[in-house]
Every structure is written in structure tokens, then in C-alpha cells.
């Protein structure tokens, strides 16, 4: 079993950066992918970035440019680092851990006021 606990949303202003955290535990195989997916009021949950094991990055276009995503040394860690936030990115954001399963953290908000 895996557990993802999150940390770093809040409410900032239009410009303004967050550094959101996720923290793994249990069993974590080698082989993995960790990534930070969104999901606003009234919408589907969009992957927003994303980091395998071996170090491959996806990034949302919406996000490219102003959001990094990054994984700690010991590899159960993963964080993502949102620069020049808009209102657009108002979400609840979700870690999650693809490891011969998939699995989510609780969920942390951001909100983006204008």
C-alpha cells in the first residue's frame, strides 16, 4: 500500500508563487512516475506535470514556463514549484504515484485571487 501526503496550497494573489509538496510511503518499486494533477469546480481532473524515475517531464501547455516539477533525492518525493500564478490556476491539486497502481493523495487548494 502507498500513501501520498501533500503539503504547500494556499491562497495567494495573481503573480504570486506556491511550492506544493507530496511525500510517498509504503511500498514504492524503482520503476515509477510521480505527477501533480489538478481539478477546478465544474471540471475533470487535468494532469498539470509529471516526472518518471529516470527523470522524463511532462508539462501541461498551460503550465509550461512557469511551473517546475522536481523529485527529491530518495525519489519518494515530489515537488512542484508554480511561479507567475494566474486565477486560472484556482484547483484542488492532487499527487499521484503510478507504481504497479495508482495512487492519490487527499488533495491540497490553491486559490488564485486576481
Known amino acids: 500500500q502507498v500513501q501520498l501526503v501533500e503539503s504547500g496550497g494556499g491562497l495567494v494573489q495573481a503573480g504570486e508563487s506556491l511550492r506544493l509538496s507530496c511525500a510517498a510511503s509504503g511500498t514504492i518499486f524503482s520503476a515509477n512516475v510521480m505527477g501533480w494533477y489538478r481539478q477546478a469546480p465544474g471540471k475533470q481532473r487535468e494532469l498539470v506535470a509529471s516526472?518518471?524515475?529516470?527523470?522524463?517531464?511532462y508539462y501541461a501547455d498551460s503550465v509550461k514556463g512557469r511551473f517546475t516539477i522536481s523529485r527529491g533525492n530518495a525519489g519518494n518525493t515530489v515537488y512542484l514549484q508554480m511561479n507567475g500564478l494566474k486565477p486560472e490556476d484556482t484547483a484542488i491539486y492532487y499527487c499521484n504515484l503510478r507504481n504497479r497502481g495508482n495512487f492519490w493523495g487527499q488533495g491540497t487548494q490553491v486559490t488564485v485571487s486576481s
Open positions: 516526472i518518471t524515475s529516470g527523470g522524463s517531464i
